[in-house]
């Protein structure tokens, strides 16, 4: 049964660069899946910030895209987040989530079928 | 940017229908999907592709569609249905996913 763990520092400053990675256990990263990234704020909604395949193919949401980065690592079975110049708005609970995205139907389908439990990033000073 | 639309709360006594509405100009061209979030978890899919159920949910939820706006229906609340539920989908040329704002129901 597959499982993500994220990981990463809880505190970064202002400014600084938030850098945080999923584990993938019970399953290779290497399956034909795309990994993705979604934030919630304390208090608010869910936020998508991007995803990657584990070929190295990226997509990102336009509002965060000049400033993340997702990278995988299949020697690891895992993959990473980074979030540039980050400010008090950027915190939120990180997930790390599992794709299900297939275009051979009439829409593509794209939704999140399997999550991590989900890691606290505070910015401040 | 694209938006979709949830009303923040919905209340409904046991035993009684919740129905939850997700809005947005695309959904006549993407796939739908709803999400249960209970306090201090990750969220779960409940539906999928519309009307999908994924194994293990119990068959009170149900997704529907008609035109620009989609529906959760739980028929039969139970406590347990007390969450917080998002819809999900991607904007009309499939370049990014989007989320609704959370509807918070209540079992009263």
């Known amino acids: 049964q597959v499982q993500l763990q994220e990981s990463g520092p809880g505190l970064v400053k202002p400014s600084g660069t938030l850098s945080l990675t999923c584990g993938v256990s019970?399953?290779?990263?290497?399956?034909?899946?795309?990994w993705s990234w979604v934030r919630q704020p304390p208090g608010k909604g869910l936020e998508w910030i991007g995803e990657i395949y584990h070929s190295g193919s990226t997509n990102y949401n336009p509002s965060l895209k000049s400033r993340v980065t997702v990278s995988v690592d299949k020697s690891k079975n895992q993959f990473s987040l980074k979030l540039s110049s980050v400010t008090a708005a950027d915190t939120a609970v990180y997930y790390c989530?599992?794709?299900?995205?297939?275009?051979?139907?009439?829409?593509?389908?794209?939704?999140?079928?399997?999550w991590g439990r989900g890691t606290l990033v505070t910015v401040s000073s | 940017s694209y938006e979709l639309t949830q009303p923040p709360s919905v209340s409904v006594s046991p035993g009684q229908t919740a129905r939850i509405t997700c809005s947005g100009d695309?959904?006549?061209?993407?796939?739908a999907y709803w999400y249960q979030q209970k306090p201090g978890q990750a969220p779960v899919v409940v539906v999928y592709?519309?009307?999908e159920r994924p194994s293990g949910i119990p068959e009170r939820f149900s997704g529907s569609r008609s035109g620009t706006t989609v529906t959760l229906t739980i028929s039969g609340v139970q406590a347990e249905d007390e969450a917080d539920y998002y819809c999900?989908?991607?904007?009309?040329?499939?370049?990014?996913?989007?989320f609704g704002g959370g509807t918070k129901l209540t079992v009263l």
């Open positions: 989530a599992r794709v299900r995205r297939d275009s051979s139907g009439y829409y593509l389908m794209w939704y999140f079928d399997l």
């Open positions: 999900q989908s991607a904007d009309r040329s499939a370049i990014y996913v989007v």
């Open positions: 019970g399953g290779s990263i290497s399956r034909s899946n795309w």
């Open positions: 695309a959904l006549p061209k993407q796939y």
């Open positions: 592709k519309d009307i």
